[in-house]
């Protein structure tokens, strides 16, 4: 049994190392048949990825390359100008390529690139430039601490999908070191300057001649005008005048301009003898109206009529603010009621109420999106800037009457120059935009 088994294991193993020889015998002939060195397996891996660049597809290099500082601004930024390439109009310029290098002891240290530009471009602005640090320092050092190299290369190249398969460029001369600096003026904003200076003389003027009593006219306000019949009304009838101050709080310019009627029309009430109820939505508007109103009374020498309670507060809630008004006005039925402010929604539910009853509505806001509202449902709407013009036509004031006037001749001036160049440009005379272009804004 055992011979047997030895027999069996020296007949496997001699197969074994048959089958051994001949697959070395098998693979040295493929050897010697294909051999494979180093070089094949290079050339092989160039051939797939990298195309050999064909002739005379390299681009003449840009010409005339410039860098400098970036005119009217605060620093930090460097402009390069190049005259386009020569190859560019025949087609062999894809893209040109920025490269920058810092200043080492006044040679050029390494080239990175910066960004490239399409074909057609002939200037970059590098605004990344270090900047000094600190008020004082910029103000007694005028150039930036960082001086830079740059040069510039015009790109041919062959891409498929993002796969670039061969790619020639020229660079042009180094050019350098340049230094950023800033500019205490920005000349191209030089007409901004002079329709400032131009504004400012038309208010001057307008409020030395206001001071000096001659007439300043104002076109009339319906709304403000019917401010004396709306009082006179609620008197007659023996009933209240509501002033609804808007239902935002001290920080919007449209609740001060409101609060500056409300002045206006409670001294008229005093004189008149009228009830007035001022309700809130705002602890700090609650707090100036009262002051506005005693004031108010004091001028009208009725102080004694006055009353805290006429103003008081209800919530900062903006529906729990219209809802609390609108029972207010239904139980009590005002005469009149002055919604002078800036509303939103509740602006529709406190006018079509106030109209339900019956009350004359004087309403006024610079909210686009409610006035159709109060044009629909009230008497009088003073509309955009009337709300503001108000205190000045209501007080005659000359510096306020000046400024008014003012700001009107000098939106007149600017809408004269629209309807100008509108004309101009339209027939070719003159390019008139351009005395209005602000660039870098």
């Not at 009262?290 to 006055?306: H, L």
Request: proline share 5%; charged share 20%; net charge neutral.
């Amino acid at each position: 049994m055992k011979q047997r088994c030895r027999n069996r294991i020296r007949t496997v193993s001699l197969l074994l190392i048959i089958c051994q020889a001949v697959v070395s015998s098998a693979t040295s002939v493929f050897a010697q048949s294909f051999p494979v060195t180093d070089s094949t397996i290079a050339s092989a891996h160039v051939e797939a990825q990298v195309y050999p660049v064909p002739p005379d597809a390299a681009p003449a290099p840009p010409l005339s390359v410039t860098a400098g500082d970036t005119p009217d601004d605060a620093g930090g930024s460097l402009t390069i100008r190049w005259d386009a390439s020569a190859d560019e109009t025949r087609g062999k310029v894809k893209y040109y390529r920025i490269f920058r290098a810092p200043n080492v002891g006044g040679r050029p240290g390494e080239f990175e690139p910066l960004g490239e530009l399409p074909a057609g471009t002939t200037q970059y602005s590098d605004g990344k430039i270090a900047t000094r640090k600190g008020f004082w320092e910029q103000v007694l050092h005028s150039t930036d601490s960082a001086a830079y190299f740059y040069k510039v290369a015009a790109v041919n190249d062959s891409a498929v999908n993002g796969t670039v398969y061969w790619q020639a460029q020229s660079e042009s001369e180094v050019v350098g070191p340049v230094r950023s600096s800033a500019q205490w003026f920005n000349f191209q904003r030089i007409n901004v300057l002079v329709g400032l200076l131009l504004l400012c003389a038309f208010i001057v003027y307008y409020i030395e001649r206001a001071k000096a009593g001659k007439p300043i006219f104002i076109r009339k306000i319906a709304g403000l005008e019917a401010v004396d019949e709306a009082v006179g009304r609620a008197t007659e009838m023996g009933r209240k005048i509501f002033y609804i101050p808007g239902s935002q709080d001290m920080d919007q310019v449209q609740t001060l301009a409101g609060i500056t009627i409300l002045g206006r029309v409670a001294e008229m009430a005093a004189v008149y003898d009228a009830r007035l109820e001022v309700p809130v939505s705002r602890s700090l508007v609650m707090v100036t109206c009262r002051e506005v109103v005693k004031e108010a009374y004091a001028r009208a020498g009725r102080p004694d009529s006055f009353n805290e309670k006429q103003v008081h507060y209800i919530t900062d809630d903006q529906f729990g603010y219209a809802a609390a008004i609108d029972g207010m006005v239904v139980r009590e039925r005002p005469a009149t009621i002055f919604m002078m402010g800036l509303f939103y929604a509740e602006a529709l539910i406190l006018a079509e109420t106030g109209n339900f009853v019956g009350a004359i509505q004087i309403a006024g806001t610079a909210e686009p999106s409610q006035l159709p509202f109060f044009v629909a449902a009230c008497d009088y709407t003073l509309i955009g800037e009337e709300l503001f013009a108000a205190s000045a036509y209501l007080s005659r004031e000359p510096r306020q009457l000046g400024s008014l006037k003012g700001q009107d001749i000098g939106k007149g001036v600017v809408l004269a120059a629209i309807i100008i160049g509108i004309l101009l440009e339209t027939l070719g005379v003159y390019h008139f935009a351009q005395l209005f272009k602000v660039i870098g804004y």
